[in-house]
């Protein structure tokens, strides 16, 4: 991650090219998509059950991506361009609506019954890429009131993404804890991020002028994480902490179960 922050620093057209930006989001595409159909495999869901579920979630959420990006190239989420500011739209409608299906679908606790728990967890090692926040304080283009506690959360989220994953293999009470300590630390992160990026952005909501302005707020690749990168972890976030829900609850019904065969 040093060598990547360096790398980012010295040559900022690697970042400023959006070739990086790409390779990630497709990278996280390809494991989302695989990670979920190896989640499918292990359920007891019929061939065409798991088929029609994972194109089900594959289809929305790439279009999801698709229209995003587009926005995002074409400057739609560049400050004044509209009347009414669209990056919250981007940032909060998805989570809105997503959270509820989510943590509701019956298969898809079928499939975080069946998933590993540290699979999700594991995949926020992306996170560490917040660490282009931090390369823009460096490069004074982005103000430290934001670049500062939004890339050291992300960077301590993706740093812990493994250890946390490894730990939660052990399927242990205190690793499950650790776990939902991991995912509310960066659900926190991304809410004073947040917070703070509206706060300090031109337009309406704009609350705190900053003596460096954001340079590259609304700005193409950058404006992908908030709009898209954001949102979509939050979402990921949801996952783990509904899996660690149910394994605790399981647990705690075989300890109950083995008790009583005990007592008996």
Do not use: C
């Not at 579920?53 to 004044?80: D, E, H, K, Q």
């Not at 630390?185 to 909501?205: E, Q, T, Y």
């Amino acid at each position: 991650m040093a060598l990547w922050i360096g790398l980012t620093y010295s040559f900022p057209i690697v970042s400023a090219s959006g070739v990086q930006t790409v390779a990630v989001r497709v990278f996280i595409q390809m494991l989302l998509a695989l990670g979920l159909w190896l989640g499918l495999e292990r359920t007891d869901l019929t061939p065409s059950q798991r088929r029609n579920f994972w194109l089900a979630v594959l289809i929305p959420y790439t279009l999801w991506l698709a229209v995003i990006w587009s926005g995002a190239i074409n400057g739609l989420f560049l400050p004044r361009v509209s009347p009414v500011p669209l990056l919250p739209f981007a940032i909060f409608l998805p989570v809105i609506i997503g959270t509820p299906i989510l943590l509701s679908s019956k298969r898809m606790g079928q499939v975080l019954d069946a998933m590993p728990a540290s699979w999700l967890i594991a995949l926020q090692l992306y996170r560490v890429f917040g660490g282009v926040f931090l390369v823009g304080w460096a490069r004074n283009v982005i103000p430290g009131v934001f670049a500062l506690p939004a890339g050291i959360g992300d960077v301590i989220t993706g740093l812990l993404a493994v250890p946390v994953a490894i730990a939660v293999a052990t399927n242990t009470p205190e690793a499950r804890r650790a776990a939902v300590g991991w995912n509310v630390f960066g659900l926190f992160d991304f809410a004073v991020a947040i917070s703070i990026g509206l706060m300090i952005a031109p337009g309406r909501l704009q609350l705190i002028v900053p003596s460096l302005p954001n340079t590259t707020a609304g700005v193409y690749p950058n404006v992908m994480i908030p709009a898209f990168a954001v949102p979509s972890s939050i979402l990921l976030h949801a996952l783990p902490l509904r899996q660690l829900r149910r394994r605790g609850r399981s647990g705690r019904l075989l300890a109950v179960a083995s008790s009583h065969r005990q007592t008996a």
